[in-house]
């Protein structure tokens, strides 16, 4: 059964860069059916939608984070990885990764999210 | 980008109660909408996809259907299981989006 485990500090000071990475077992990232995501909750919030990359490096951005966002994706380790910079208290969330299902017969093809990490809460404070 | 509403953002219903959540689209996903269970404390599971597709494993007491723009989740038969906050997300095109979220809990 695949499991996705997440790592990664859970306080990280105004202006520096956040930094997670996930680490998939009981499959191959380097699947061509999936995407892997990371997808965020600020306390008490709903869900957004942070970024997703694919095993060859593709990926897609949120245009409202674009520009503090890079995500990518180490293959021998089976892992993929999120850095967030600039960051402000209104960063401060749970962070989660999860397995995209990709279907490549229509575009962009990208679906829903199973299965999802376990969560990792990320305050951004002095 | 596509804006999803959910209604109610909260609902008490007994065990047994038929229960029905709401979800609409800012503009035409097809079939493209995927419905989340989030138990407290604990992270999202996937329980519909394609609107109406039920994910293997998940209780046949939970129903999806729709298209378009108007989506909705449903709960035959409550169970005190079932307590938990239920999102919508759009997948037709970036930005994935999601609604905010509908809390349901036990009268």
């Known amino acids: 059964q695949l499991q996705l485990q997440q790592s990664g500090p859970g306080l990280v000071k105004p202006s520096e860069t956040l930094s997670l990475t996930c680490t998939v077992s009981?499959?191959?990232?380097?699947?061509?059916?999936?995407?892997w995501g990371w997808i965020r909750q600020p306390p008490g919030k709903g869900l957004e939608w942070i970024g997703s990359?694919?095993?060859?490096?593709?990926?897609y951005y949120n245009p409202s984070l674009k520009s503090r966002v890079s995500i990518s994706v180490d293959t021998s380790k089976n892992q993929f990885s999120l850095k967030l910079s600039s960051v402000t208290a209104a960063d401060t969330a749970l962070y989660y990764c999860?397995?995209?299902?990709?279907?490549?017969?229509?575009?962009?093809?990208?679906?829903?999210?199973?299965?999802w990490g376990q969560g990792t809460l990320v305050t951004v404070s002095s | 980008d596509i804006q999803m509403t959910q209604s109610p953002s909260s609902l008490s219903a007994s065990v047994g109660d038929r229960v029905t959540i709401t979800c609409r689209a800012s503009?035409?996903?097809?079939?493209?909408l995927a419905w989340y269970q989030q138990k407290p404390g604990k992270n999202p599971k996937v329980l519909i996809y394609?609107?109406?597709t039920l994910q293997s494993g998940v209780p046949s007491r939970f129903s999806g259907s729709g298209s378009g723009t108007d989506f909705t989740l449903t709960i035959s038969s409550l169970q005190p299981e079932d307590v938990a906050t239920y999102y919508c997300q759009n997948y037709n095109n970036a930005p994935w989006t999601f609604g905010q979220g509908t809390k349901v809990e036990i009268k």
């Open positions: 503009q035409d996903i097809s079939s493209y």
């Open positions: 990359i694919y095993y060859s490096g593709s990926t």
């Open positions: 999860a397995r995209q299902w990709y279907t490549s017969s229509w575009f962009p093809g990208l679906n829903w999210f199973d299965p």
């Open positions: 009981g499959g191959s990232i380097s699947s061509s059916n999936y995407y």
């Open positions: 394609a609107a109406s």
